[in-house]
């Protein structure tokens, strides 16, 4: 079955740190385009990351410079490194398998959505 | 940078109905690139059209998707219980890779 499966949420302090884990099962990170989306309390979806198959990393505009995403094929797994958290940060966080059909360096030539996604996982952040 | 804008912000039907969701974008947007997912209270967003008509693995055919430019409609036949629900278009952008997602549209049971 197809699964990805969020962890490492929770509560932390503003100016703090928290890694977010994607553990993937059915398919293969490395060779696909995954992304991260978050959800604010009431709010629509924001798309935060991407990390192309030829390991290309892409960043929204509010987490540029604080948020890292990697993987680590061994473990096939997504990860999320947020630093320099803010209370604007507060979200369920989604990883998301990004479908596409390219060369992994560029957007892909065939897009077929996000078409898996993990049940999510919630970051607040309060003092 | 491309702003999607969805309308209406709500759509009060009744089962059996059929619902006409609008995604503007602010300029043109390839349909390879344009996007629906259908997302319910507590749930992660469930992928239902992508390259702007084309449904999803799973998908009923009472969903279809339309449009090409800046306008685009995702359109539900006739309405199910269980289709009520928030409804976001996204687009895919290249230059910098950038995904957009509209503010969505909430179909509720009037």
């Known amino acids: 079955e197809v699964q990805l499966v969020e962890s490492g949420g929770g509560l932390v302090q503003p100016g703090g740190s928290l890694r977010l884990s994607c553990a993937a099962s059915g398919f293969t990170v490395s060779s696909n385009y995954m992304s991260w989306v978050r959800q604010a309390p009431g709010k629509g979806l924001e798309w935060v990351s991407v990390?192309?198959?030829?390991?290309?990393?892409y960043y929204a505009d509010s987490v540029k410079g604080r948020f890292t995403i990697s993987r680590d094929n061994s473990k096939n797994t997504l990860y999320l490194q947020m630093n320099s958290l803010r209370a604007e940060d507060t979200a369920v966080y989604y990883c998301?398998?990004?479908?596409?059909?390219?060369?992994?360096?560029?957007?892909?030539?065939?897009?077929?959505?996000?078409?898996?996604w993990g049940q999510g996982t919630t970051v607040t952040v309060s003092s | 940078e491309i702003v999607l804008t969805q309308s209406p912000g709500t759509l009060s039907l009744s089962p059996g109905e059929r619902a006409t969701l609008s995604c503007r974008a602010s300029q043109s947007v390839s349909s390879s690139y344009l996007a629906w997912y259908q997302q319910k209270p507590g749930q992660a967003p469930r992928l239902l059209i992508y390259?702007?008509?084309s449904r999803a693995t799973g998908i009923p055919d009472r969903f279809s998707g339309s449009g090409s430019g800046t306008d685009f409609t995702l359109t539900i036949s006739r309405l199910e219980p269980e289709d009520f629900a928030v409804y976001y278009c996204q687009q895919y952008g290249s230059s910098p890779p950038k995904w957009t997602f509209g503010q969505g549209t909430k179909v509720e049971i009037k």
């Open positions: 998301a398998r990004d479908l596409g059909v390219g060369d992994g360096y560029n957007r892909p030539y065939y897009y077929y959505g996000m078409d898996v």
């Open positions: 390259g702007a008509s």
């Open positions: 990390i192309y198959s030829g390991g290309s990393t």
